[in-house]
């Protein structure tokens, strides 16, 4: 059976857009493949606001999530394999749910670090003309 992961972190997603609330990822990011920004990495973990203000180009796939967001004014693909994502939750009042281990979670992991699943190293995308310029913050 396909692990439910990625769907339950699809359905959470829209659920906390639909309450007009902030959607933050909690991501190990000791996982083979996380590609985050490692100044912001703490005791093997970061949190990661993915709302539309703050990325560009989100992506929840059953392997993975992907986007581009800037940090410090520095943009950056962002890259966590479905296996790295420990939890999703809102920023306003922290509800959401935090993932454990289910079947089919090993062959994702093991796909994940023999490079199969993992993004191409491409350019980031440029960020809109006008407008805001997203951003992100980290959430302790």
Do not use: C
């Not at 692990?3 to 857009?17: F, M």
């Not at 994502?85 to 079947?103: C, D, K, L, S, W």
């Amino acid at each position: 059976m396909k692990p439910s992961r990625p769907y339950l972190l699809r359905a959470l997603y829209e659920w906390v857009l639909d309450n007009d609330m902030t959607p933050h990822l909690v991501v190990d990011a000791t996982i083979q493949g996380v590609q985050v920004p490692e100044q912001f990495v703490q005791d093997g973990q970061i949190t990661l606001n993915i709302a539309s203000g703050a990325v560009q180009g989100l992506v929840i796939e059953d392997h993975g999530v992907g986007f581009n967001a800037r940090f410090g004014g520095v943009p950056m693909n962002v890259y966590v394999p479905m296996v790295a994502v420990m939890a999703i939750f809102t920023r306003e009042n922290g509800m959401g749910m935090g993932f454990g281990v289910e079947p089919g979670v090993e062959e994702l992991l093991k796909q994940t670090e023999d490079g199969v699943q993992l993004p191409p190293d491409d350019e980031p995308p440029e960020p809109p003309k006008g407008g805001r310029k997203p951003a992100l913050r980290v959430v302790k």
